[in-house]
């Protein structure tokens, strides 16, 4: 850049950098070019199949068999599916047991993986560095391990029948992950404002609460948000110990579907998935930065 | 200060209710778990001691062995291909697109979020051969090639679920190896630049070196959690046709579910968990540093 501006500077524009001049554009056009189908392509990839999805959720049952394959729905309006969708596919009620498993589920983890991460990492005692390590080796556990026993324990207990299965299970599972995350956040804030307000006479409660709380409440949000995710998305859970069909959570009720219409039945079975996939889309349209930030550091659950 | 912050009774309640949880719920069932693998039987039925043959079925039974297979062989192709692609696009953010990539990335990204059963339903319906035509056998017809019934033989179903797979995870490798090649120094590049390296030969001698560490801890992760593949597999074919693609964790659910064999179904969940324990061990000798950094 600085070369051009020197060599025309004096007002004697040397022929020889035209061509030169020429190729530049030519070339960053042509790379631009290049960008651009690469870009198309794999943004296709990605979004095309939803947008599939979307358009087949609003096609009838003929549409479905006789039109050919790319073809776009005759009704734009048409929302027959997703009434069929809710009120036969019995969606609401799987939704509503969703929602009554995954919040109380997150509130705990959140709860009680914040107040160890605090402990385990701003308050000194000793064996905390071991705790942590116990609490890290149930990220690699697989849930399998574990689904037998719970199984025989819920059954003997009497929980069996109820949603309580899954909130128990989910807020122990989301653990580890939350108290890793949170010890980590914990470990990013000098120790000097801690020892501050013991200085000043706080006491640790309200160390905890006045000082730890705030500091570290982006975090907690973040991990709140992968755990939504991982909870919300949970098969294996919620298939072992969801028995009757009023205790189906989104997911097994969703897997069940096609056993439910059948194979055929094309329009509902869209608007289901169509509905499954809007209630994540609606939280990653505003928080997707937060989103991809978390779910990396959460990387290690694999 | 000691007093304050090593205060027992408060390190009690807020570590307890934590622990406590953990404990019963993960590390009480682990243990009942391994316990189960000697006995045979279900909670409803009851359980008798059967000694070691459980270990013994473990070895003997062929089911075992062909899941054993599909899950090792499941995980190591989908990392190298989740992994490659996943690495692709993160150049193709870094050195490409640049400022621009934000958006790209974003959209790229957001497979990773939607819930597996959606996901795999909706690849069913890509796939499908018979009594619809679905896009990708619509579109292989009109390239000429002629359609496939995918989930008719367990290596083309293998491959529609790499295929789903890569489409659900490829934005997250590419934003974990992005963090990585972003880190790499503008003045290193630039001097290979002034050296004469440009595009692949750049990429091949100076940034593969350089982000080997964050491409090896995304190889990691990627076996680890492609192990334990337990939803997509359910969702997309079932373990079929017959049990050819059945991986370890969905034979332990059907074996513990349906034939309620709860103590060949921990063995085989404890294989499981070995399997990833041997990962997992692998991860925090190798990359110690990027997991603190988190």
């Given amino acids: 850049m600085s070369q051009t501006l020197i060599s025309a500077a004096p007002g004697v524009i040397p022929t020889a950098t035209r061509p030169v001049r020429r190729r530049r554009p030519a070339r960053a056009v042509w790379r631009s070019i290049w960008t651009g189908a690469i870009v198309a392509v794999v943004l296709m990839i990605v979004v095309y199949p939803l947008i599939w999805l979307v358009l087949g959720s609003l096609k009838s049952q003929p549409e479905f068999l006789n039109n050919p394959t790319f073809s776009l729905p005759e009704n734009w309006t048409n929302f027959d599916n997703y009434i069929t969708a809710v009120t036969d596919g019995n969606l609401g009620t799987y939704a509503r047991n969703s929602v009554l498993a995954v919040f109380p589920s997150l509130a705990l983890t959140i709860l009680f993986g914040v107040a160890a991460g605090f402990a385990l990492e701003v308050m000194v005692w000793k064996g905390r560095s071991t705790t942590l390590l116990l609490f890290l080796a149930g990220i690699m556990v697989p849930g399998q391990m574990i689904l037998l026993p719970l199984f025989t324990m819920y059954f003997e207990v009497g929980l069996t029948g109820s949603l309580w299965p899954l909130i128990i299970t989910y807020t122990a599972i989301g653990l580890p992950l939350t108290v890793f995350m949170m010890a980590t956040f914990f470990r990013g804030v000098p120790r000097e404002i801690f020892e501050a307000a013991t200085l000043d006479g706080a006491s640790i409660y309200r160390m905890f609460f006045s000082l730890g709380l705030p500091l570290v409440r982006n975090a907690i949000f973040t991990v709140a948000l992968v755990q939504f995710f991982f909870i919300w998305n949970d098969l294996l859970i919620a298939l072992t110990f969801t028995n009757r069909d009023e205790l189906r959570t989104i997911q097994v009720g969703l897997l069940n579907f096609r056993g439910q219409f059948g194979q055929v039945d094309y329009g509902p079975t869209f608007a289901a998935i169509c509905l499954n996939v809007f209630a994540t889309l609606a939280i990653y349209l505003f928080l997707n930065q937060r989103v991809m930030k978390g779910l990396t550091a959460g990387s290690v659950k694999g | ?294």
């Fill in chain 2, 1 to 294: 200060m000691r007093h304050v912050l090593g205060d027992r009774r408060a390190i009690a309640l807020l570590l307890g209710p934590a622990l406590l949880v953990y404990t019963l719920v993960m590390l009480v069932p682990v243990v009942w778990s391994l316990g189960y693998t000697f006995y045979e039987g279900n909670a409803i039925t009851g359980f008798e001691p059967v000694g070691l043959d459980n270990f013994a079925r473990l070895v003997e039974d062929p089911s075992v062995r062909e899941a054993l297979w599909f899950t090792v062989r499941f995980a190591v192709v989908l990392t190298v291909v989740q992994v490659v692609v996943g690495y692709l696009l993160a150049l193709l953010y870094v050195f490409v697109l640049r400022r621009a990539s934000g958006i790209v990335r974003t959209l790229v990204f957001f497979p990773v979020v939607l819930p597996t059963v959606a996901v795999a339903l909706m690849f069913q319906q890509l796939f499908e051969s018979a009594p619809r035509t679905g896009p990708v056998n619509a579109l292989l017809e009109a390239v000429g090639i002629g359609g496939v019934d995918w989930f008719a033989s367990g290596s083309t179903a293998f491959w529609v679920i790499i295929a789903m797979e890569t489409w659900r995870s490829m934005g997250f490798y590419a934003v974990l190896l992005y963090a990585g090649l972003v880190d790499i120094p503008e003045e290193t590049l630039e001097s290979a630049r002034l050296d004469g390296a440009a595009g692949p030969r750049l990429v091949r001698h100076i940034v593969l070196p350089l982000s080997l560490p964050v491409l090896l801890s995304s190889v990691i992760f990627s076996i680890n959690g492609t192990l334990k593949v337990f939803d997509s597999v359910l969702a997309l074919t079932n373990g079929g046709p017959g049990n050819q693609t059945t991986p370890l964790t969905l034979y332990m659910y059907q074996t513990s579910f349906t034939y309620g064999e709860y103590g060949f179904g921990s063995s085989i969940a404890l294989l499981l968990t070995a399997l990833c324990l041997m990962v997992t061990l692998f991860i925090f000798r190798s990359s110690r540093r990027d997991l603190t950094k988190a």
